[in-house]
């Protein structure tokens, strides 16, 4: 689960997983200590009056020095006489009987006998007692009701509850306050990475806290992202310096190789060389067209003219201009275009789906199809381009947009500057769209193309 990978929650559970057990462990201790505590108060009291009962036992006057007879003074039958919760009782058991010979008032009447080998003191209910045996058959018993004890225990139980689980949530909340405070520049980290990674190389990271490690981290990032955003543009000023230098010498190549088309004076032999020039004197021009193109849409320089475009009528228009290649490579096209909006460049869209249709029909078997559909989706404007042909490895797929990249076999003797793709892509990225591209090997490739609906969208 995503929760449990976050870094963030993950501190948070061991923090409150910490402070669950150590406050747990505090109360638990503390209750403890307090009911010890309370037991060995009230074992204390009934043990203290055990000697009153015994001393109180003597033999029956006159008697033969067996039967015995219980007779407590009124100071110490005082100790047990007060009517209140948690007062003391006494039982008395005399040898001749097996009944109790007498009770104090505040004894309950179903008291058991104690038998020898007992524990001294045993609890009933809410009831503590402790018991003597001062000769055969003789037996004395103090009790204590400690229902009162035990609510106290019950409150103490409950208040130390309430107050260890203010201090748990008091705890969590700092805890993610610290976590929070300690972990956003990871946050800020992440946001500028991404903007980079869309393409704006001027993000820099927020780096207000210098001294932590983080802070650090940011400092080094920001020095790459600056390093990156120089290499990249000394990449794109080469690219367009490197373009505009060529156009003149290609554009002279270009005008003599024509001029020697049109001379009188010329064989077979110079026709086929002036031929072969002017070809790739054209496709050089072709190249450094599309260099500049892409060099400008680095930059941000591509103008667009952005409104409320009809894809699928744009689309139609893509279809009537390829058709030629179309029938010449023998390849059928199919089309499913119903109204579908979008927002855009209508002149740069076209470009993109001619490019699309173009790759659809030269890279596609002999005699193959193309089909073409257009819908809405969600909030954007979906249209796809696939074709029949021998499909791209699953290998070339991920560098399919890269610049110059050529997949090997089918795309590597059409003559193509391995460009088209990457400015396709560039132009889409330009109107926050996307371009995806899925391919089976022996089966064929479809492109998807998403564009916003709306200006607001992307």
């Not at 009291?45 to 008697?63: K, N």
């Not at 396709?424 to 609906?453: D, M, N, W």
Request: overall charge negative.
């Amino acid at each position: 689960m995503k929760f449990f990978q976050s870094i963030r929650w993950r501190l948070q559970l061991w923090h409150g997983a910490l402070l669950l057990a150590v406050l747990s462990g505090f109360g638990i201790a503390v209750f403890e200590m307090e009911s010890g505590r309370q037991s060995r108060r009230i074992d204390e009291g009934l043990q203290q009056r055990l000697p009153v009962l015994v001393t109180s036992q003597h033999p029956v006057r006159g008697g033969d020095g067996q039967l015995r007879e219980f007779t407590i003074s009124p100071k110490d039958a005082a100790l047990f006489d007060r009517e209140a919760d948690g007062a003391f009782y006494y039982v008395v058991w005399l040898r001749h009987s097996d009944q109790p010979v007498t009770y104090s008032a505040t004894a309950p009447r179903d008291v058991p006998a104690p038998k020898p080998g007992e524990p001294p003191i045993r609890q009933r209910g809410n009831l503590r007692e402790t018991f003597l045996f001062p000769g055969p058959g003789d037996c004395v018993l103090v009790g204590r009701s400690i229902a009162a004890d035990l609510t106290e225990l019950r409150q103490l139980a409950w208040w130390l509850g309430g107050v260890g689980a203010a201090v748990l949530l008091v705890g969590l909340a700092g805890g993610a306050w610290l976590v929070t405070r300690a972990l956003s520049p990871i946050q800020d980290i992440s946001s500028a990475a991404g903007k980079i990674a869309t393409g704006n190389l001027a993000q820099r990271i927020s780096t207000a806290d210098t001294d932590s490690e983080l802070g650090q981290l940011a400092d080094v990032l920001n020095s790459t992202f600056a390093r990156l955003d120089s290499a990249f543009t000394q990449q794109a000023r080469f690219t367009a310096d490197a373009a505009h230098e060529l156009r003149t010498p290609v554009t002279v190549m270009l005008t003599h190789a024509e001029n020697g088309l049109a001379s009188e004076c010329q064989n077979e032999e110079h026709r086929e060389a002036f031929e072969a020039s002017q070809r790739a004197a054209q496709r050089m021009r072709r190249l450094i067209a599309s260099l500049l193109e892409l060099a400008r849409l680095d930059a941000g320089q591509e103008s667009f003219q952005r409104g409320r475009v009809d894809l699928s009528r744009v689309a139609h228009d893509c279809i009537e201009l390829v058709r030629p290649l179309a029938k010449e490579r023998r390849i059928t096209i199919y089309h499913d275009l119903p109204p579908t909006e979008c927002f855009g460049d209508s002149e740069r869209i076209g470009q993109v789906i001619t490019n699309l249709l173009t790759n659809a029909i030269i890279y596609n078997q002999p005699g193959g199809e193309a089909r073409v559909t257009a819908c809405s989706e969600n909030d954007f404007a979906r249209l796809t381009v696939s074709d029949t042909g021998p499909g791209i490895s699953t290998e070339d797929q991920p560098r399919i947009f890269e610049r110059f990249y050529r997949a090997d076999k089918s795309r590597s003797s059409t003559g193509g500057s391995g460009l088209g793709l990457a400015i396709s892509k560039a132009i889409v990225e330009a109107h926050h769209g996307t371009l995806e591209v899925e391919s089976e090997t022996a089966t064929g490739t479809r492109f998807t193309l998403r564009l916003p609906i709306t200006a607001g969208n992307g």
